[in-house]
C-alpha cells in the first residue's frame, strides 16, 4: 500500500502546500566579495521526502515543518540522519576546495546540534561547535545571540579554546530550515565584527525562503563585503490560503481540548498497556577525554577517538538489549528486541545519533538471537518545543508524551515532549534507549512522572545509557583590573558610604535607542537587550503625584519588609554580612538594610552593587574584585523582588565556579516564591519601581557589550548627572527609614514566625507564566513578566502589548493603570491569577504594527 504523506492532514484541512524549487543556481556559483550562491540544482530530492506538517499554537503561523530526516520529531533511521548531514558536509568541502582544511562549523541548538556535527563529519578536517542554552561555569563566553520568537532564546558561544571563532577561514553555520533566516544573519554580522572573515557557508536541509528573503541574503553579502553561499538538499516554498492562521489556531484549540482528556503525560495515540517496562542502566566505556557533543568543541582528534570506540559502544548496547534475565517474579525471560529506538535529548543529539548508527550497521547482517527477525534501529530526541499530536497516517506528530525538564536548565523548569515514540501504527518498539548526559541523569528523569516513567508503558524495556558531560579545562584567565568602586557624589546621588559600584562608567557613551527600535532588535535575534539602553522615562506631573502618593501610603509597609529581610539575613546567614545587591532594582533595597542595620544594631555594613544580566550571567570579574576583599560566606547577594525566579536562577548558575558564595538571593518582596528569604511575599507596589533611575541613584541599568567590556572589565552603566532636579532616590531612602522604630515590635514579631517557619521557595509563579505563554499564544516565558514591579518595567522600559490585572486589585495598580492608557495598552481583568498583575510584552513586535501576530497596522 502506497505511504500516505505525512503533510496531507494539515494541508486537506488548511490548504497548506509544499512547492518545489526550481532549481536555482549550484552552490558557489556566484564566488566574488558580496554575493551569495543558493543550492536547489535539478536532481533533489522532493520536498514530501524531507518534511511533514503539524500545528502548533503559535500567533504568527499555526503549521509547523516537521524534518523526516533530523532526528529530532520523527524517529528515522541513524544512517539517513547522520548521512543527511555528512553528505551536506561533503557538498561544502567540495565547494570550499582547499580553504576547507581552514572552516570552521559552527550548528545552532536545539535541533540543528546533530546535524551540525554531522555536517562537520563530511568535511573531515574541520572543528565543531554547536550553540547551547547551557551555562557552564569555568567557560568563557565568546558570543551570544537571541533567537527570534523561541521558547528559550538565548544562545551561548561556550568554545574551551577561545581561539575556535577567532580564525579567519571559512565559517560554516548548519541549521535545519533556512526561512527567514534571521538568526543566522544575526549571528554572522555579531561573528564578523568580532572576528571578519571573507567566506560564510549556510548549510539546512530545506531552503524555504520566500523571493523576498532571497533578495535579502544577497544585499546582506554584499553589505558584508564577504561571500556567503547556501547549500541545502532541497528548496522550496510554502502556499499558504487566506486566512489559513485562524483555520488553523481553531484547530489546534479544537484538538488540544480533547487532548485535556487524554492519560497524563500522553497525547496523540495513547497505550491501553497497564504493564510497566523496567528501566535498566548500561554502564557505557565512553573514551575519557572525548566530549559528548560540540558544547565546547569537537575536535578532528577527537573524531578519531570516538571513531575507534564506536564498535565497543555498539557491542556493549546489543549485549545489554540481548540481556535474556527475568524482569521479576513470574515474567520469564523477554525475547530479544527486533525494533529499538535511541532517544537522545534535547541538545544531546550526535552522541546518541553515532551510538545509533554504530548498532545499527552491527545488526545489519545479525538477525535478532532465538527469533531470526531482521532488526531495525531508530533515532529521535527529546524536544523542549511543543506541538500538537494527532493519531492519524498523514500527520507528522502522531503522538506525544510529556515530562518535566531533568537537566536543571538555566531558564527555569518546564515541559519537555518526546514525539511518536509509541506509533502503534508502525508496531510500536520493543525497546528504547534513553541517551543522557550526566548532567541530565537527576532525581527529575528517574521520577515518577519523569521521562523513563513516560517511556516505560510504551515499550517492553527501557535501557538508560548515561555520557559523561564533558567538563572543559579552565582557560588561564587575566585578572581583573582591580580598580576601587565608584562612588556618589561622583557616580550616583547617594552618599558615598552607601554604596559602592562595582561598574564602569559609561556616562559619555551614547547608548539609548528608541523603546521601539530596541524591542524590534530584541526580538528579531540581533541584539541582547544588555546592549543597549532605554530612553529615560520622564514621568509626567500626574505620575510623580501618584508615586508620591504610593510611597505615602506604602512607606511603614515597605520599612517593616525591609526590617524583616535585614533581620532574618542577620540572624541566619552572617552576623556581619557584605550586602551585595543587583544593580539597579537591587540597589535601594540594600540601602534601606544597611540603613536598618546601622539604625537598630550599629552595625556599619559594607555595600556594593554589581551587574547580572539574563542569559550572560554576573560580573565575574565583580565577584572577583569582592572575593579578593571580602570573605566570600559573608556576601549576601540583594534584589528588590522575584518575578518569576530567572535572575535567582541565573545568580545560582553563576556562582557554581566560585567557591565560597551563598547563591541563595534576598529580596523585599517574594510573590512568586522563588527564594527563602525575604521581607514579604505579598506582591503589592514598592514605589521605588514605578520611577527608574530617578529612585536609584540616577544611575541606568547595566550594559554588556563585547567593544565596551573587555575580558578583564567590569560591566558599565550611565550617572544621569543631568536629571538630578527630578531625583528622588535619597528622599525614597529617608522617607523608608523613618518608619524604622514604628515597626521595629512588629518586625521582632514577624522575624520570630519566619526563622521557625517552613519556607522553601515553591515557584507557585512559574506554572502560571507557562500557562499565560501558552493560553495568550505568546510561546516565550522571557516576555511574560509576572508581578507588580515586573508589570511597571514592562510599561517603561518595553513594548507592551497587554496587562492582566487581578480581578478587584486595587490602589496597588493605580500607576498601572495610568501607565497604561498613556501607551494605550489595555488592561484585562483576570480570575485565578498568583500575582496581583501580569505584564505581556509584544509578542512579535515589528514598528507600527498591532495585535499578536505582529502584522495589523494601527489605523491611527
Avoid at 566579495?33 to 500567533?59: F, I, K, Q, T, V
Avoid at 496587562?803 to 495598580?813: F, M, P, Y
Amino acid at each position: 500500500m502506497e505511504e500516505v504523506w505525512s503533510g496531507t492532514w494539515v494541508a486537506d484541512r488548511l490548504g497548506v502546500s509544499l512547492e518545489q524549487g526550481e532549481g536555482a543556481a549550484a552552490s558557489g556559483s556566484a564566488g566574488s566579495a558580496g554575493s551569495a550562491g543558493a543550492s536547489g540544482a535539478s536532481g533533489e530530492p522532493p520536498l514530501e521526502e524531507l518534511l511533514g506538517l503539524a500545528l502548533r499554537r503559535n500567533p504568527k503561523r499555526a503549521h509547523l515543518l516537521v524534518s523526516r530526516v533530523l532526528g529530532k520529531h520523527v524517529p528515522q533511521s541513524p544512517a539517513v540522519v547522520h548521512g543527511a548531514g555528512y553528505g551536506l558536509g561533503q557538498r561544502v568541502r567540495e565547494l570550499l576546495g582547499d580553504a576547507a582544511a581552514d572552516a570552521v562549523v559552527l550548528g545552532y541548538a536545539e535541533t540543528a546540534t546533530g546535524l551540525g556535527h554531522s555536517v562537520a563529519d563530511g568535511l573531515g578536517l574541520a572543528p565543531y561547535l554547536h550553540s547551547t542554552r547551557r551555562p557552564v561555569a569555568g567557560v568563557a563566553q565568546a558570543g551570544g545571540f537571541e533567537e527570534a520568537h523561541s521558547h528559550a532564546t538565548s544562545h551561548l558561544l561556550l568554545p574551551e579554546d577561545p581561539r575556535l571563532l577567532a580564525g579567519s577561514g571559512p565559517l560554516v553555520l548548519v541549521d535545519d530550515e533556512f526561512s527567514t533566516g534571521n538568526t543566522v544573519l544575526n549571528t554572522i554580522r555579531d561573528l564578523h565584527a568580532r572576528h571578519p572573515r571573507a567566506h560564510y557557508v549556510v548549510v539546512a536541509l530545506v531552503d524555504m525562503r520566500s523571493e523576498a528573503d532571497r533578495g535579502r541574503l544577497d544585499a546582506f553579502a554584499a553589505e558584508l563585503g564577504a561571500r556567503v553561499d547556501l547549500v541545502a538538499l532541497a528548496s522550496g516554498t510554502v502556499r499558504l490560503p487566506d486566512g489559513v492562521l485562524a483555520k488553523g489556531q481553531a484547530l489546534v484549540e479544537e484538538y488540544e481540548t480533547a487532548e485535556d482528556t487524554a492519560a497524563p503525560g500522553v497525547t496523540g495515540s495513547t497505550s491501553t498497556s497497564t504493564s510497566t517496562a523496567p528501566v535498566r542502566r548500561i554502564a557505557l566505556d565512553w573514551p575519557v577525554g572525548v566530549p559528548d557533543g560540540g558544547r565546547h568543541g569537537f575536535t578532528p582528534a577527537h573524531r578519531v577517538r570516538l571513531e575507534a570506540a564506536l564498535p565497543a559502544l555498539a557491542g556493549r548496547l546489543a549485549e545489554a538489549l540481548d540481556e535474556t534475565s527475568d524482569d521479576g517474579p513470574g515474567t520469564g525471560p523477554r525475547p530479544a528486541p527486533v525494533r529499538v529506538l535511541v532517544l537522545g535529548n534535547e541538545e544531546l543529539m550526535y552522541a546518541p545519533l553515532r551510538l545509533a548508527l554504530a548498532l545499527e550497521e552491527s545488526w545489519a547482517t545479525r538477525p535478532a538471537p532465538r527469533s531470526g527477525a531482521t532488526r531495525e534501529v531508530r533515532f529521535s530526541t527529546t524536544t523542549r518545543s511543543p506541538v500538537l499530536a494527532v493519531d492519524d497516517p498523514g500527520y507528522a506528530i502522531r503522538s506525544r508524551l510529556v515530562f518535566p525538564a531533568h537537566d536543571a536548565p538555566a531558564d527555569g523548569p518546564g515541559d519537555r515532549y518526546a514525539y511518536n515514540v509509541h506509533d502503534t501504527a508502525a508496531g510500536g518498539f520493543d525497546a528504547v534507549v534513553a541517551v543522557v548526559d550526566s548532567h541530565g541523569d537527576t532525581a527529575a528523569l528517574h521520577a515518577p512522572d519523569g521521562l523513563l516513567a513516560r517511556l516505560a508503558p510504551h515499550t517492553g524495556r527501557v535501557l538508560l545509557a548515561v555520557v559523561p558531560s564533558y567538563t572543559p579545562t579552565p582557560s588561564e584567565r587575566q585578572e581583573p583590573i582591580m580598580t576601587e568602586p565608584l562612588r556618589g557624589p561622583a557616580f550616583s546621588s547617594y552618599a558615598a558610604e552607601d554604596v559602592g559600584w562595582l561598574l564602569q562608567d559609561f556616562s559619555d557613551v551614547e547608548l539609548e535607542a528608541p523603546t521601539e527600535e530596541r524591542e524590534e532588535a530584541i526580538q528579531a535575534g540581533g541584539a541582547h537587550y544588555a546592549e543597549s539602553l532605554p530612553v529615560e522615562y520622564q514621568p509626567s506631573p500626574a505620575y510623580q503625584e501618584l508615586y508620591q502618593s504610593a510611597l505615602t501610603a506604602s512607606a511603614a509597609r515597605i520599612a517593616r519588609a525591609v526590617g524583616t529581610v535585614t533581620e532574618t539575613v542577620l540572624a541566619e546567614r552572617s552576623p556581619s554580612p557584605v550586602l551585595v545587591s543587583l544593580a539597579r532594582a537591587g540597589t535601594p533595597v540594600g540601602v534601606l538594610m544597611r540603613r536598618w542595620a546601622q539604625a537598630r544594631h550599629g552595625l556599619d555594613l559594607p555595600h556594593y552593587a554589581v551587574s547580572i544580566v539574563r542569559g550572560r550571567g554576573i560580573d565575574a570579574n565583580a565577584l572577583r574584585w569582592l572575593a579578593a576583599h571580602h570573605d566570600p560566606a559573608d556576601i549576601v547577594f540583594v534584589d528588590g523582588w522575584t518575578g518569576k525566579g530567572a535572575i535567582t536562577r541565573e545568580l545560582a548558575a553563576a556562582l557554581a565556579e566560585f567557591d565560597g558564595f551563598n547563591p541563595e538571593i534576598v529580596v523585599l518582596a517574594d510573590p512568586g516564591s522563588c527564594v527563602p528569604t525575604y521581607g514579604t511575599r505579598e506582591d503589592f507596589l514598592i514605589p521605588s519601581a514605578c520611577l527608574n533611575s530617578t529612585v536609584s541613584g540616577l544611575v541606568s541599568r547595566t550594559v554588556l557589550r563585547s567593544d565596551l567590556v573587555g575580558p578583564t572589565d567590569f560591566h558599565g552603566a550611565k550617572f544621569y548627572r543631568e536629571l538630578a532636579g527630578a531625583d528622588v532616590s535619597v528622599d525614597f531612602v529617608d522617607t523608608v527609614a523613618a518608619h524604622f522604630d514604628a515597626v521595629a515590635d512588629a518586625v521582632a514579631d514577624e522575624v520570630k514566625e519566619l526563622l521557625a517557619a517552613d519556607r522553601t521557595p515553591t515557584w507557585v509563579g512559574w506554572a502560571a507564566v507557562e500557562r499565560i505563554s501558552e493560553e495568550y499564544g505568546i510561546h516565550d516565558v522571557n516576555l511574560v513578566k509576572p508581578g507588580v514591579g515586573e508589570t511597571t518595567r514592562v510599561l517603561l522600559r518595553r513594548v507592551p502589548w497587554k496587562i492582566l490585572a487581578q480581578r478587584g486589585a486595587g490602589a496597588d495598580l493605580d500607576h498601572v493603570r495610568l501607565l497604561a492608557e498613556q501607551r494605550g495598552v489595555p488592561v484585562e481583568e483576570v480570575d485565578g491569577l498568583p500575582y496581583t498583575c501580569v505584564g505581556l510584552i509584544h509578542p512579535r513586535f515589528t514598528r507600527g504594527a498591532t495585535g499578536a501576530d505582529g502584522k495589523a497596522v494601527s489605523a491611527k
